[in-house]
T-cell receptor, first 114, second 118 residues
Framework: ELKVEQNPLFLSMQEGKNYTIYCNYS?????LYWYRQDPGKSLESLFV?????AVKQEGRLMASLDTKARLSTLHITAAVHDLSATYFC??????????????FGKGTLLTVNP | DAGVIQSPRHEVTEMGQEVTLRCKPI?????LFWYRQTMMRGLELLIY????????DSGMPEDRFSAKMPNASFSTLKIQPSEPRDSAVYFC????????????????FGDGTRLSIL
């Protein structure tokens, strides 16, 4: 059974600081996703990581994937208040046509303080 | 482009009543997912349809839950009879995938239905 663990679960940051959210998964997975959820809102896709060593960046967020270590990271650079949200990682089980099944981490609640 | 559309946004009903949640996936997407989100259990996949056919319903909690996808642009999740423990946010998501390669795209989520069973 695929398990996904995120840490930390709660993160309070000062504006302008850098930090990293970690996502570990227990068994082989061929896809790793990062989502953002604002309170009471939907999940918004941030990144899809498809291969070992994949790195993607969007604004102040950068995600990477190390399939050998079964680890993905979401790095936040020079945080701003607008980044306050809950961030989820999700890994897919199966391969080929059966890789639809996502297992989500519990989420990291990020609060960026002025 | 319109995203995944869910209705209603909020539903409050009494225990024992039938509840029907509705979803319109993104046009062109052939995969549809129903999820449930609670504080205790996080996000759980309930059922997955591909090309309107239920592929995996192993996450459906019990016989009180049923889901249908009569065509490519509409799906329902029904709970009958509803119980207080069914209270949660229910999300519908869609994506495009192929049999051979699955999907390299993210699943796109609707705004969810916040369900409260009294």
């Amino acid at each position: 059974e695929l398990k996904v663990e995120q840490n930390p679960l709660f993160l309070s940051m000062q504006e302008g600081k850098n930090y990293t959210i970690y996502c570990n998964y227990s068994t082989t997975s061929d896809r790793l996703y990062w989502y953002r959820q604002d309170p009471g809102k939907s999940l918004e896709s941030l990144f899809v990581l498809l291969s070992n060593g994949a790195v993607k960046q969007e604004g102040r967020l950068m995600a990477s994937l190390d399939t050998k270590a079964r680890l993905s990271t979401l790095h936040i650079t020079a945080a701003v208040h607008d980044l306050s949200a809950t961030y989820f990682c999700a890994a897919s089980r199966g391969s080929g046509g059966s890789n639809y099944k996502l297992t989500f981490g519990k989420g990291t609640l990020l609060t960026v303080n002025p | 482009d319109a995203g995944v559309i869910q209705s209603p946004r909020h539903e409050v009903t009494e225990m024992g009543q039938e509840v029907t949640l509705r979803c319109k996936p993104i046009s062109g997407h052939n995969s549809l997912f129903w999820y449930r989100q609670t504080m205790m259990r996080g996000l759980e996949l309930l059922i997955y349809f591909n090309n309107n056919v239920p592929i995996d319903d192993s996450g459906m909690p019990e016989d009180r839950f049923s889901a249908k996808m009569p065509n490519a642009s509409f799906s329902t999740l029904k709970i009958q009879p509803s119980e207080p423990r069914d209270s949660a946010v229910y999300f519908c998501a869609s994506s495009f995938s192929t049999t051979e390669q699955g999907s390299n795209q993210p699943q796109h989520f609707g705004d969810g239905t916040r369900l409260s069973i009294l």
